[in-house]
Every structure is written in C-alpha cells, then in structure tokens.
C-alpha cells in the first residue's frame, strides 16, 4: 500500500525469458524499499512462474531469487521431450508411420493406406492423451520451482492473479491462493455459481495453464475433484491455455477496480520485444506461431494505448510501464510528448516541478531538465549497460531452454534500470 491506495505489480509472458527479466524489476523495487508495499501480482505464462515462486517464498528473497536463476539454467523443453510419458508414445507413432510406409512400397497398398488412415485418426482424436505435454510441463516446474506446492501454500500477505485463457468462454480463468475461476462461471444468469476448491490444487499446475502455448503444449483441464458442487463438472468444463492469448502483460485484471485484484498504482513489468520482422514460413505450426504473436502483440498496443499513451480523463490509476523493447533515452522524450498531448496526470507532472505555465508556453527544455533533477537521471545513467549487453538481452527467445549467465544478467540490468526510470517518472508520488 502507498499513499493509502493498492499498488498492483504485472508480470508478462514470455518464457524464461520474461521469468528472468522480472527478477530486475523485482531487485530495483527492492533497492527503492517499494517491493514490501506490493499489494496485488498479476501474471502471465513465464511471469507466473517468478510470481507463483515468489508467493512461496515472501519474507525471503534470496531464496527466492536463488530459486529462480537456478531452474532457468534448466531445460523445461529437456525435460519433457526425454519423458517416458513421450518417448513411449512417440516410438508407437513412429512405428506406425514406419510399417505404413513398408507396406505401401512392398506390394501391401491397402494395408499401408490404412496404417496411415489410422495414424491420421489417432494424432486428430487422441493427441492429447498420447503427448500430454501440460502434465509434463507442470512436473518440470514442480521440479525447478514450485516443489510441490499448492495453491494454498502462497503468502496470504500479497493478493496473486495467475491468469490463463479459458477456450471454452474466452475469457480470463484467474488462479489465486483462496480462488480460482472464471467470471462467467460466477455472472452468467443461464449457469449456477460455479466455484472451485483451491487448497490442495497443484501450483506448479495453475502455471502450467498460464504457460500452454497454444500449438505447442496442451490445454489444461480441471479435475472432478477440485470442484466444490462435483455436479458441476457435467456443466462446465475449462480448457485453459496461455494467459497471453487474452492478455500478456496481466494488466487486464489489476485495472478492474471493484474486484479485489484492482490496484490505483500499476507497475507493468514487459519482457516483450519490439516483434521481429518476418517474411518466411515454412509449414502451419510457424505459420500459427506468428498469428498468435500478431494477436497478442495488438492487444499490447492497445493496452498501452490505453493506459499510457491516450489514458481517459476518467481514468482512476497511475501507471508506469517499462518493456525490454523500449531504449533507455527514449523515455523522458515520450513521457514530454505525453504531457504535450495532455496524457499525464496533473498531480505527476507537478509532483516533478513543473508548472502549469511551464505547460502553456511550451518550455520543453526547462521541463525536459526538470524531469532530469526530478528523477536523479544522471545517477540512474550511471547503471546503463552497453548496447551491446541489451541486444544479447533482446536475442533472447521466448522458449524454456537454459539460459547462460550473459543472458540472465542483461536481461536484469536492462528491467533493473527501465523500472527506476519509468516508475519516477510516472509514479513520482512513490518517493514523496
């Protein structure tokens, strides 16, 4: 809590990637002394996986933190394409492509276009339960990270949103430490109240919905058993998959004031790049790949339109986003372009010294060098790494292979000095 009013911290997606880059975000908060006044998480697929960690371990950040850059050292990918649970299925697939492919060039045709027929059958109607690379998924983080833990297990100190995709509604399905759902369970008037019993259900399995990437892992399902009317299984059945397809930076929920995830103050952690230019695909799963990065990449814009850019007069929060794809030098020029269009808050701009007539006669050199002594921007340039270290940080992929320590410290350094910037900047109420 700051100021009396809810400070809400949101964790994109983005693979290990992002799981390590919030670790930045998470030490500058720490060194503002501003991570203790966190009231709300909200997360995405490699976010969740930092968020849920850190519920687990509230109190004791260096074990937290230990925990985090140790299990992306580690291959999920590795370890799930090594399991029995895929190795098995995959020798049984591939002898039936095998012996097809023998009969049809041995003179036995009709047997080897039905091997085929029946390979074609088995991958359309039983994939999922051949390759359940979800449940797979999950045990790696159990592994890494969540040690077995459930829901119940996170620090009832901090509210957490885990956010998945529900494919059957089309909405968000939140996993929290006392409840999980989603909102058309609770407020569609042809469906009974719906709910779920959270205290023995599987953490490492919330973030295994919130990380399914469509295309590559399977959609997660909720057990019979974790349902409070068990009636209600025959009624709804989630299949969740990867927060990001509705919204990957988990801004959504923390700006729905009435619920209880609802924050004044927002910090939106990004570990998204700018999205690379392609002009080559090679089959449909790239092809699919691309669409839905196409997808999730508008709804970004339109949050940041939203939210920062172009905010409502009516708008009731604060909030300060920083992103991998953004450059250091560019902030303090966007922030004045903001205040040009009428975009920042009359309390923030004068919060940094600068005056309404300051405004009206437009002395942007004098604002530009107020924000500089505002903010102590000399210092915080002090912390700015090489470019060279960024576009190791910017090459990284949004997959679950190991990283190496290159990695993992450009990626912190780069979210360490955007979250100092963006939040004085744009939450300079934080520091008064």
């Known amino acids: ?15 290990y990637r992002a799981t390590t880059y919030h670790i930045g975000t998470f030490r500058k ?17 490699g976010g969740s996986i930092t968020g849920a960690t850190y519920m687990l371990h509230l109190g004791d950040y260096d074990t937290f933190e230990k925990i985090i850059l140790s299990g992306v050292k580690r291959s999920v990918i590795k370890f799930v394409l090594t399991s029995f649970r895929i190795l098995i299925p995959s020798l049984f697939v591939l002898g039936i492509v095998v012996g097809s492919t ?19 059958l088995l ?3 039983f994939q999922f339960l051949l390759f359940p690379l979800s449940y797979l998924n999950e045990k790696a983080y159990d592994k890494f990270f969540i040690k077995k833990a459930k829901l119940s297990d996170m620090s009832p100190d901090i509210e957490i949103a885990i956010n998945s995709t529900n494919l059957e509604t089309g909405r968000l399905f939140v996993f929290s430490r006392t409840s999980m759902g989603d909102s058309k369970y609770v407020y569609d008037e042809e469906l009974p109240d719906i709910k779920y019993l959270t205290k023995d259900f599987p953490l490492a399995r919330s973030v295994s919905a919130s990380t399914a990437v469509p295309g590559v892992f399977t959609p997660v399902k909720i057990k019979k058993q974790f349902y409070e009317n068990p009636e209600n299984y025959q009624i709804v059945k989630p299949r969740l998959v990867d927060g990001g397809v509705y919204d990957n930076q988990g801004l959504h929920k923390l ?10 103050y927002i910090l939106v952690s990004d570990a998204g790049n700018e999205m690379p230019f392609k002009n080559r695909y090679w089959n449909s799963l790239a092809l699919l790949f691309r669409t839905s990065n196409v ?21 009731k929060h604060e909030v300060a986003y920083q992103s991998l794809g953004w450059d250091f030098d560019e902030s303090i020029p966007i922030f004045i372009d903001g205040l040009k269009q009428g975009h920042i808050k009359e309390d923030v701009w004068k919060s940094h010294g600068i005056s309404a007539s300051d405004i009206e006669q437009k002395k942007w050199e004098l604002i530009e060098q107020k924000l500089k002594e505002s903010i102590n ?13 960024l576009e190791i940080a910017r090459k990284v992929s949004t997959n679950l292979v190991p990283l190496s320590n290159e990695q ?9 000095i955007m979250t100092e910037i963006q939040v004085k900047l744009y939450c300079p109420s934080f520091f008064n």
């Not at 809590?1 to 693979?15: D, E, P, R, T, V």
């Not at 908060?29 to 697929?45: G, M, P, Y």
């Not at 002090?382 to 270290?389: D, S």
């Open 377 to 389: 921007y000399e210092t915080i340039l002090k912390q700015l790494q090489p470019k060279e270290k």
């Open 102 to 120: 023998w009969l049809l060039f041995n003179g036995y045709t009709l047997f080897g276009l039905l091997g085929i027929l029946g390979f074609i």
């Open 255 to 264: 700006t729905q004031m009435a619920s209880k995830y609802g924050c004044y």
């Open 1 to 15: 809590m700051i100021n009396n009013k809810k400070f809400g911290l949101s964790l994109s997606g983005g693979g």
């Open 123 to 125: 991958i359309l109607f």
């Open 295 to 315: 997808f999730m990449n508008r709804i970004k814009n339109l949050q940041m339109i939203q939210q920062l850019f172009q905010p409502s007069k009516s708008q």
């Open 408 to 416: 993992i410290e450009a990626l912190i350094s780069q979210a360490s």
């Open 29 to 45: 908060l720490r060194e503002l002394a501003l991570l203790d006044k966190i009231d709300v998480i909200s997360s995405n697929s």
